[in-house]
């Protein structure tokens, strides 16, 4: 055997593993259970949220700022919520449009809107952390959702998540959205996105122990849980604040489970792939814990994989084609996902050849925030040194 042959059935036996890998472990990566699908325990639960004895209360707290135009609508639909007690918490933060009008005509039309009108942004804070940060210390319910005013929620959703989550005893429920999609690579971009944190479910939903995982749109909390980890008053300059909620929940001893929110949840949030690049820009970079030697090493590898599995059919060896092959599995795990979602199995097919896209998303990220020498998020600027001196770890 040639040193090249050997080079490309060794990336190609690497590929088929993960391929393998991928595949036995999203059989813990499931859309959230209905009603009927909960256990015989959940059975007397399922009376409780259909009204028949007292409901569980549910504080849902969203930050909001200049969300005037889409606010009312999801606000709307979180007050349709079936089967749970609703406190609906919502801090406008320094909202410059019709943000506060839409809430105090929402607060006289219903009485479980509770609005918090915030006008300055305190020194060493970021505005949403800030907001859910009062929002959360408002909350009177046993437990507390974090979601966004982008996201839209199945009107039974709320309950659902609490039935799972009293079924399987843990504390903390994750619902990754589905998304509104435009453009012909979009669908398959957001399939390998997700085949990238199906990883993650898995391990999470098998109660691994350093696994956390946590979503802006479905952050579902016992309340008590919350602040015995510290919250969002440990997150005050935290980027990505969602994922780093699930690190200080599994920290402070909680389970967490995560389902895929496909219809349950949906986000209209990076709906094409420029939108996706550009809403990441402040986050990509932050995942990484800021750290360049992370970047470059994705960079790298990504470079070097797709180098491999295109140069192999030009090899002249069968090893070269057996990697393009094993590259193109991934395409089964990212199928079955696509299903899942609720979209056709060839956007799963599509999805290896999106991975550059992620990749480049990561590339802008950390490009940007370090010719900025930082991160400016609601007209607001804050210097990487202080992001990464109080970044949560």
């Not at 799972?164 to 619902?175: F, S, T, Y």
């Amino acid at each position: 055997m040639s040193f090249l042959s050997l080079l490309f059935g060794i990336l190609g036996s690497l590929l088929a593993a993960l391929t393998i890998i991928s595949c036995v472990r999203i059989r813990w990566v499931r859309r959230l259970p209905t009603f009927n699908q909960l256990s015989a325990d959940s059975s007397h639960l399922r009376s409780k949220a259909e009204g028949q004895v007292e409901l569980p209360k549910v504080s849902v707290v969203l930050a909001s700022r200049d969300e005037g135009q889409r606010l009312e609508n999801t606000l709307r639909r979180l007050l349709s919520q079936r089967g749970i007690n609703l406190e609906l918490i919502v801090v406008n933060d320094r909202s410059q449009d019709g943000t506060k009008d839409v809430l105090e005509r929402l607060r006289a039309q219903d009485h479980r809107v509770h609005p918090i009108h915030v006008t300055q942004l305190p020194a060493g804070w970021l505005g949403k952390c800030h907001a859910c940060h009062l929002g959360a210390g408002r909350a009177t319910g046993d437990w507390i959702l974090f979601t966004d005013a982008d996201c839209w929620l199945a009107e039974d959703v709320i309950a659902r998540s609490v039935l799972a989550a009293r079924a399987e005893k843990v504390e903390h429920v994750v619902l990754a959205p589905g998304m509104e999609t435009e453009g012909f690579f979009t669908r398959p971009l957001h399939s390998s996105f997700a085949l990238v944190f199906s990883h993650y479910f898995a391990r999470v939903n098998r109660d691994d122990p350093i696994t956390y995982i946590g979503a802006g749109a479905f952050n579902l909390v016992r309340r008590e849980l919350y602040q015995r980890c510290g919250g969002y008053d440990r997150l005050r300059l935290t980027v990505v604040d969602d994922v780093k909620l699930g690190q200080l929940i599994r920290r402070a001893g909680g389970r967490t489970r995560a389902f895929l929110g496909s219809a349950d949840a949906v986000c209209h949030w990076g709906t094409s792939i420029r939108g996706l690049i550009h809403n990441l820009e402040k986050n990509h970079f932050a995942l990484t814990d800021y750290r360049v030697s992370h970047v470059i090493g994705a960079v790298l590898g990504t470079g070097l994989i797709y180098t491999g599995v295109l140069a192999g059919p030009f090899s002249g060896t069968w090893a070269g084609w057996a990697a393009l092959i094993a590259f193109q599995s991934l395409g089964i795990p990212a199928g079955i996902l696509a299903r899942r979602l609720g979209w056709s199995v060839w956007n799963g097919v599509l999805a290896p050849w999106t991975f550059p896209i992620l990749t480049a998303s990561l590339l802008n990220s950390t490009w940007v925030t370090l010719r900025r020498g930082g991160v400016t998020w609601r007209d607001t600027f804050y210097p990487l040194e202080q992001l990464r001196e109080n970044n949560v770890r």
